[in-house]
């Protein structure tokens, strides 16, 4: 046991006073005269024994009462288990993201408990001590020490932060290791990220949020039934949903609204740690940009209960083909429908350049040897980012490709045999949803190379001999036949349309994602024509201007994670809008699986770090205490001294 001010430790000397009072007032007697003293002395013998015993008793309690007042103002304490690097400067680090939202107790989030935490942290440490307030959002408030009043009333302007952090971030925005730091969170599998190899120098304190088997449903992916529909034709959405808990969820009511106008409802069971899938039908006339909000109620975790996408449809792509001779080719037929393309197609002797600039596809149809200009306009073109397409005349001249194509070891085959084509890599994203059966058993068409560019692992179509059929380099397609029946069938076989397809999807410049999560390092939004310097704008809840490049016909926009939240912004500029863009939170933030406490040490491997095992404030307050501050024993001591004080009255007034 130690004092907190032992000086007062020299009032005990009081003590000699009631033993000095005891020794000397209680020895006076009075002579008495009796007649007969035989039964006097019986009397007397007995009196004494009982004043001698509540003399002892009152002296006692006298001496008690002095010796525990003393002691109440000289503070005793059981002294701290643990000593910290130093009690005058405290790093708090508080997760802040949404998944904190869950419950801990009935009716109290894991947030509001970590607040409580805190709040007990800086109201148990002395005054003099400064405190470092640390969040997912990185505020400049965290960047220096505060008081104590100062950092109360920054917890309450804390809210749900969309960021999530992963530890080797947070470690590396504290920085200094010299000074104690307190680690309150969740301690989520999926956004901690790797293991931490920390040297003696981190004083950790870890402070587990312990959730009790919480089931949450969220939305794992969303995509369009048939990703080659460009214009208003109808489609239909599919929607992943998975549950990250050991319950089952039955009857989940979801709803789709489109432009705030709910187009249709499901519902669904999902097993535990298992998802499912959903779809909705999307009618024709959907034209240009759509806001489209998947929802549904799964409680007590409600932050993911919302799923944010855009339908953003293009006017008409512009294809551009460019043919030896007039007639009409398998090109214009599968690009023939009016509502999604605007087809163009030229002669060789009759080319108008101008249709290059705005042209999202340029398809070089049976041209066996390109000239200087239509070369000259080819390269312009692919340096703008536009996307080229090339099926070869059967006597090709490889040399005048070879510069447009980046591919010096182009070379014409010579009298080879048709030879048919090994089944689609359905793994390939460019099949991505093309096939409603991935079977291996698919009729394949036939082909008669007419060049050779070697070895191609990630080629498109390849032979069943290996060499490939259709590869795309940079923006180029290159198929290895022409489209001629005499060499090929793949013009008539029911692969070449959505093949087609695809291409013409992948050349469309104003095509974008539907929908970003937050931890996405940059958005590309189509930008044609910007004039000026000023800057593109994100438009939402509210305006924002991030750092942005112009790259060709895009621009890159940095995200700022820490000022977007979920939902639709607008990318605009001056008066032109842009595109649609849609935020989500970052799907991991939904996975609450969190540590186990021997998890939680492990993952801090090597390092001085410290486990809490709190269930509620008051708790923690009492740990924090016992750890840190020693137990103060000057209240038991004052009580005593009262107990001790009343028992004196009493003897003197009761005891006879």
């Given at each position: 046991?130690?004092?907190?001010?032992?000086?007062?430790?020299?009032?005990?000397?009081?003590?000699?006073?009631?033993?000095?009072?005891?020794?000397?007032?209680?020895?006076?007697?009075?002579?008495?005269?009796?007649?007969?003293?035989?039964?006097?002395?019986?009397?007397?013998?007995?009196?004494?024994?009982?004043?001698?015993?509540?003399?002892?008793?009152?002296?006692?309690?006298?001496?008690?009462?002095?010796?525990?007042?003393?002691?109440?103002?000289?503070?005793?304490?059981?002294?701290?288990?643990?000593?910290?690097?130093?009690?005058?400067?405290?790093?708090?680090?508080?997760?802040?993201?949404?998944?904190?939202?869950?419950?801990?107790?009935?009716?109290?989030?894991?947030?509001?408990?970590?607040?409580?935490?805190?709040?007990?942290?800086?109201?148990?440490?002395?005054?003099?001590?400064?405190?470092?307030?640390?969040?997912?959002?990185?505020?400049?408030?965290?960047?220096?020490?505060?008081?104590?009043?100062?950092?109360?009333?920054?917890?309450?302007?804390?809210?749900?932060?969309?960021?999530?952090?992963?530890?080797?971030?947070?470690?590396?925005?504290?920085?200094?290791?010299?000074?104690?730091?307190?680690?309150?969170?969740?301690?989520?599998?999926?956004?901690?990220?790797?293991?931490?190899?920390?040297?003696?120098?981190?004083?950790?304190?870890?402070?587990?949020?312990?959730?009790?088997?919480?089931?949450?449903?969220?939305?794992?992916?969303?995509?369009?039934?048939?990703?080659?529909?460009?214009?208003?034709?109808?489609?239909?959405?599919?929607?992943?949903?998975?549950?990250?808990?050991?319950?089952?969820?039955?009857?989940?009511?979801?709803?789709?609204?489109?432009?705030?106008?709910?187009?249709?409802?499901?519902?669904?069971?999902?097993?535990?740690?298992?998802?499912?899938?959903?779809?909705?039908?999307?009618?024709?006339?959907?034209?240009?940009?759509?806001?489209?909000?998947?929802?549904?109620?799964?409680?007590?975790?409600?932050?993911?209960?919302?799923?944010?996408?855009?339908?953003?449809?293009?006017?008409?792509?512009?294809?551009?083909?460019?043919?030896?001779?007039?007639?009409?080719?398998?090109?214009?037929?599968?690009?023939?429908?009016?509502?999604?393309?605007?087809?163009?197609?030229?002669?060789?002797?009759?080319?108008?350049?101008?249709?290059?600039?705005d042209a999202n596809l340029l398809v070089l149809n049976g041209i066996n040897q390109i000239d200087q200009a239509l070369g000259t306009a080819l390269r312009q073109y692919l340096d703008n980012q536009g996307v080229l397409m090339?099926?070869?005349?059967?006597?090709?001249?490889?040399?005048?490709?070879?510069?447009?194509?980046?591919?010096?070891?182009?070379?014409?085959?010579?009298?080879?045999?048709?030879?048919?084509?090994?089944?689609?890599?359905?793994?390939?994203?460019?099949?991505?949803?093309?096939?409603?059966?991935?079977?291996?058993?698919?009729?394949?068409?036939?082909?008669?190379?007419?060049?050779?560019?070697?070895?191609?692992?990630?080629?498109?179509?390849?032979?069943?001999?290996?060499?490939?059929?259709?590869?795309?380099?940079?923006?180029?397609?290159?198929?290895?036949?022409?489209?001629?029946?005499?060499?090929?069938?793949?013009?008539?076989?029911?692969?070449?349309?959505?093949?087609?397809?695809?291409?013409?999807?992948?050349?469309?410049?104003?095509?974008?994602?539907?929908?970003?999560?937050?931890?996405?390092?940059?958005?590309?939004?189509?930008?044609?024509?910007?004039?000026?310097?000023?800057?593109?704008?994100?438009?939402?809840?509210?305006?924002?201007?991030?750092?942005?490049?112009?790259?060709?016909?895009?621009?890159?926009?940095?995200?700022?994670?820490?000022?977007?939240?979920?939902?639709?912004?607008?990318?605009?500029?001056?008066?032109?809008?842009?595109?649609?863009?849609?935020?989500?939170?970052?799907?991991?933030?939904?996975?609450?699986?969190t540590f186990t406490n021997t998890e939680i040490l492990a993952a801090f491997g090597g390092s001085n770090a410290a486990l809490f095992d709190a269930d509620s404030p008051q708790a923690f307050s009492n740990e924090i205490k016992?750890?840190?501050?020693?137990?103060?024993?000057?209240?038991?001591?004052?009580?005593?001294?009262?107990?001790?004080?009343?028992?004196?009255?009493?003897?003197?007034?009761?005891?006879?």
């Amino acid at each position: 046991m130690s004092f907190n001010y032992p000086q007062f430790l020299w009032a005990l000397t009081a003590l000699a006073i009631p033993i000095i009072i005891h020794l000397f007032n209680f020895r006076r007697t009075t002579r008495i005269f009796f007649s007969n003293t035989r039964f006097l002395k019986q009397v007397k013998q007995e009196t004494t024994q009982k004043r001698k015993l509540k003399r002892y008793l009152i002296l006692a309690s006298r001496l008690l009462f002095l010796f525990f007042l003393v002691l109440a103002f000289a503070q005793p304490f059981l002294p701290a288990r643990e000593q910290l690097t130093s009690q005058r400067n405290l790093v708090i680090y508080l997760d802040n993201s949404y998944s904190m939202s869950a419950p801990v107790q009935e009716k109290v989030r894991g947030l509001d408990a970590a607040i409580a935490y805190v709040r007990e942290i800086a109201e148990l440490f002395p005054a003099e001590t400064r405190f470092k307030l640390l969040t997912n959002d990185f505020a400049p408030f965290s960047n220096s020490f505060k008081s104590k009043s100062e950092i109360i009333d920054q917890l309450s302007q804390i809210r749900f932060s969309s960021t999530a952090r992963s530890a080797t971030e947070i470690l590396k925005r504290i920085g200094d290791s010299n000074n104690t730091v307190f680690w309150i969170s969740d301690f989520q599998q999926a956004t901690f990220g790797e293991n931490l190899m920390l040297d003696s120098t981190w004083n950790i304190r870890l402070v587990p949020v312990e959730f009790s088997g919480v089931s949450n449903v969220y939305v794992d992916s969303v995509y369009l039934s048939n990703p080659f529909i460009i214009g208003g034709e109808k489609n239909s959405i599919q929607v992943r949903l998975r549950n990250s808990g050991p319950k089952t969820i039955e009857g989940l009511v979801s709803r789709l609204a489109i432009n705030g106008v709910q187009a249709a409802t499901s519902s669904v069971t999902i097993q535990p740690n298992s998802s499912v899938e959903t779809s909705f039908d999307l009618s024709g006339g959907l034209q240009g940009n759509n806001k489209a909000v998947f929802s549904f109620s799964d409680f007590p975790v409600s932050f993911d209960n919302e799923f944010y996408f855009t339908l953003n449809y293009a006017e008409r792509l512009r294809v551009v083909e460019i043919k030896p001779q007039a007639g009409v080719t398998y090109v214009e037929q599968v690009y023939g429908n009016k509502q999604l393309f605007d087809f163009k197609s030229y002669t060789t002797a009759n080319v108008d350049y101008s249709a290059f600039a705005d042209a999202n596809l340029l398809v070089l149809n049976g041209i066996n040897q390109i000239d200087q200009a239509l070369g000259t306009a080819l390269r312009q073109y692919l340096d703008n980012q536009g996307v080229l397409m090339i099926f070869p005349g059967t006597e090709p001249d490889a040399r005048s490709y070879q510069n447009l194509t980046s591919l010096p070891n182009l070379a014409r085959v010579e009298n080879a045999g048709r030879l048919p084509l090994d089944k689609p890599d359905f793994k390939n994203p460019f099949f991505e949803n093309v096939f409603e059966e991935k079977s291996a058993a698919v009729a394949m068409p036939t082909a008669q190379r007419v060049w050779d560019w070697g070895q191609d692992r990630s080629a498109i179509l390849s032979f069943q001999s290996g060499q490939p059929f259709l590869s795309r380099i940079n923006n180029v397609y290159l198929a290895a036949s022409a489209l001629n029946t005499v060499v090929s069938d793949f013009a008539t076989h029911a692969l070449f349309v959505p093949v087609m397809y695809r291409v013409a999807a992948t050349g469309n410049r104003q095509d974008s994602k539907p929908y970003h999560y937050l931890s996405s390092g940059l958005v590309s939004v189509a930008a044609d024509s910007l004039v000026g310097e000023e800057p593109v704008r994100m438009v939402g809840e509210r305006e924002l201007v991030p750092a942005q490049r112009k790259t060709g016909n895009r621009v890159l926009l940095e995200l700022p994670r820490y000022e977007v939240s979920p939902g639709f912004y607008w990318a605009t500029h001056q008066r032109d809008t842009l595109d649609l863009v849609a935020f989500n939170l970052e799907k991991r933030e939904s996975e609450l699986a969190t540590f186990t406490n021997t998890e939680i040490l492990a993952a801090f491997g090597g390092s001085n770090a410290a486990l809490f095992d709190a269930d509620s404030p008051q708790a923690f307050s009492n740990e924090i205490k016992a750890r840190y501050l020693g137990t103060p024993l000057w209240k038991y001591a004052l009580v005593l001294a009262l107990v001790f004080l009343l028992a004196e009255v009493l003897l003197i007034r009761f005891m006879k």
